[in-house]
């Protein structure tokens, strides 16, 4: 049974920075194609970054130019680099992995950010 766990949230100023780690257990971590997607408090959840398995990235809009996805298939980590942080940032993250051959799909538990002064 495939588990992810997201780590890395808190509460930051504007203008500051994150990094978020998800850790998949229970697969083969190279397999998957991992996003990460937010949701602010009483709004819908969005996509908000992706990195395919061979390492093909992709942003929103939004976030463009500001978070950096990347992944260490060696620790089974896909990685959610924060930058330039506003407060629209502010949501629970989650981190989602597709498996490529199945689509067998797995959410993480979400892990909180806060952006405030």
């Known amino acids: 049974q495939v588990q992810l766990v997201e780590s890395g949230g808190g509460l930051v100023q504007p203008g500051g920075s994150l990094r978020l780690s998800c850790e998949l257990s229970g697969s083969i971590f190279s397999m998957f194609a991992m996003d990460w997607y937010r949701q602010a408090a009483g709004e819908q959840r969005t996509w908000v970054a992706g990195?395919?398995?061979?390492?093909?990235?992709t942003y929103a809009g939004s976030v463009k130019g500001r978070f950096t996805i990347s992944r260490d298939n060696a620790k089974s980590t896909v990685y959610l680099q924060l930058s330039s942080l506003r407060p629209e940032d502010t949501a629970v993250y989650y981190c989602?992995?597709?498996?490529?051959?199945?689509?067998?799909?797995?959410w993480g538990q979400g892990t909180q950010v806060n952006v405030s002064s």
């Open positions: 989602n992995a597709v498996r490529e051959w199945d689509h067998d799909t797995s």
């Open positions: 990195i395919s398995t061979n390492g093909r990235t």
